[in-house]
């Protein structure tokens, strides 16, 4: 698979810390391998790999090989052969990258590299992250004067508060430009997610209904059919919140309600964004208990396995207060959306993987219509952004069933990427990986936009640091009662939860 309209990567050397760790055999080679076979980068692509592992670079490939080999990411023979390409361009550096020896060493690699310019993954915990621009920066690697560019990858978490985050943008921001630091969230990098703005911006019919006269709410689910697993001392320092909501969701919020940005670059879309989080209503205390809820998985069977409780998984605390599962409704008070409740949820331990975006219409005004069982109103129209995993669009209608009766049915009429076009064994990364190479932020955070998530969620943060456990739920659920109780005191119900390839939803 080629990509012949879009131009290939300037040459750089691509420095991974944590090169031996799970992160990068999982998603970054395994991205560069298909960036490699689409001719998205060249073989002016240079990978330096920084790791505490002793050894050389004969090791790094010896494990990179025996994963790919396993994983199936090189079974198909053009992916194979763009990784023999590539691993010729691969070298290993061992030390401690708390130390400036490390970083002689790639300011050494960089000054005999083919070209300057460098960018640097930190592909570490997120406890790390200061320590490595500060030392970037005392030795000279983000200095820019020569023309070169020098760039700085992380991914979230940005912190695990409002606090933490401020002050790792200033540190950051002490020894790096804003120019220079991409913020990776890799919902940002799915085909759907990418596609919420061309569906609105270049489609009349939808852009002119897309506000409060006609939307009545807006569903994000980010439900995950995974426990916790082997991740036990991540998650329960962390919890649902902090892992998914002020990141993934918030993202799918602002692309959703941002307002029409005067161009498409990169500054006038991410302020957009951010005007948006800026805009999200900040609860008191007493507010936030009425607007958010918690969930914990309990014991009990998924996905035909017996799946221990949360509080009894491997590195978890058995009093553990840590929430498994969140669902909150908020607010963006601006005139397009004034009244608009927005409704997230998120879980581990779910009926389904299913990641989406609902967008209700409101009620037509007046229905000629005979009624349709118990209910006097048609069902809604519904717009579904299905993230994933089956990526699309629906969109849900009434219409007259046959016969000579005049009856209406709901129908879906729907758009999968993978029925229209070959978008390949991808890893979601690949665009982002592109665009950090050419110098584009526009699939990337800022540093304003991150802090202003961060204060909205922090009054659910500060309520549930006071006490108090989360609800219990069953796995293979769909969350507990308090999420329903949540949207149904509302009126409203949440969107059925399915997963791939389990037909039209209505």
Not at 22 to 40: H, V
Not at 48 to 53: C, T
Not at 311 to 332: G, N, R
Request: some cysteine.
């Amino acid at each position: 698979m080629t990509t012949p309209d879009v131009a290939p990567a300037p040459p750089l050397t691509f420095v991974i810390f944590g090169a031996t760790g799970d992160l990068t055999r999982r998603l970054l080679i395994p991205t560069l391998i298909n960036m490699t076979r689409s001719g998205l980068v060249g073989e002016d692509l240079h990978i330096l790999g920084v790791g505490i592992e002793t050894g050389g670079v004969d090791m790094l490939l010896e494990r990179l090989d025996a994963f790919l080999k396993t994983s199936g990411d090189i079974d198909d023979p053009e992916r194979r052969d763009a990784w023999q390409s590539l691993r010729k361009r691969v070298s290993y550096i061992s030390g401690d990258f708390t130390q400036n020896a490390v970083y002689r060493e790639i300011a050494n690699y960089l000054s005999h590299a083919q070209s300057a310019n460098a960018a640097f993954y930190f592909a570490v915990p997120p406890s790390f992250f200061g320590d490595i621009a500060e030392k970037l920066s005392e030795n000279g690697l983000t200095d820019e004067t020569t023309g070169a560019f020098r760039r700085i990858a992380i991914e979230k978490p940005f912190g695990r508060d409002l606090a933490s985050a401020q002050a790792l943008n200033a540190r950051l921001l002490n020894h790096a430009d804003e120019s220079q630091i991409y913020r990776i969230d890799h919902f940002l990098g799915k085909e759907t997610v990418q596609n919420i703005m061309t569906t609105r911006f270049a489609n009349m019919m939808i852009e002119a209904l897309w506000n409060n006269n006609y939307i009545d709410h807006v569903q994000i689910t980010a439900a995950e059919l995974v426990d916790v697993g082997l991740r036990g001392k991540f998650y329960d320092a962390t919890g649902a919140l902090r892992d998914m909501v002020p990141n993934h969701l918030f993202q799918l919020l602002a692309m959703v309600a941002m307002e029409p940005p005067n161009s498409f670059d990169a500054e006038s879309i991410r302020n957009e964004k951010a005007k948006v989080l800026k805009a999200l209503r900040h609860y008191s205390q007493e507010e936030a208990a009425k607007n958010g809820v918690r969930g914990a998985y309990m014991a009990g069977p998924l996905n035909g396995r017996d799946l221990h409780a949360y509080t009894q998984t491997a590195d978890v605390a058995p009093d553990s207060d840590t929430e498994t599962f969140v669902a909150l409704k908020l607010f963006v008070d601006t005139w397009r959306w004034a009244g608009v409740p927005f409704y997230l949820r998120t879980g581990k331990a779910m009926k389904a993987r299913d990641t989406e975006v609902v967008i209700t219409f409101r009620q037509v005004p007046f229905a000629q219509f005979p009624r349709q069982g118990s209910s006097p109103d048609l069902p809604p129209n519904r717009l579904i952004i299905q993230v994933q995993p089956d990526e699309g669009l629906d969109m849900e209608i009434s219409i007259k069933s046959p016969g000579m009766v005049l009856k209406t049915a709901p129908v879906s009429l729907d758009f999968r990427y993978a029925d229209s076009f070959d978008i390949g064994k991808q890893t979601g990364y690949e665009s982002l990986f592109y665009e950090l190479f050419v110098g584009d932020q526009t699939l990337f955070q800022r540093a304003d936009g991150i802090e202003a998530g961060w204060a909205a969620v922090q009054p659910f943060l500060d309520l549930w640091a006071e006490g108090g456990k989360p609800d219990p739920y069953a796995p293979g659920s769909t969350g507990p009662a308090c999420a329903d109780e949540l949207i149904e005191r509302d009126g409203r119900k949440w969107h059925q939860i399915e997963g791939a390839s389990s037909g039209r939803r209505v």
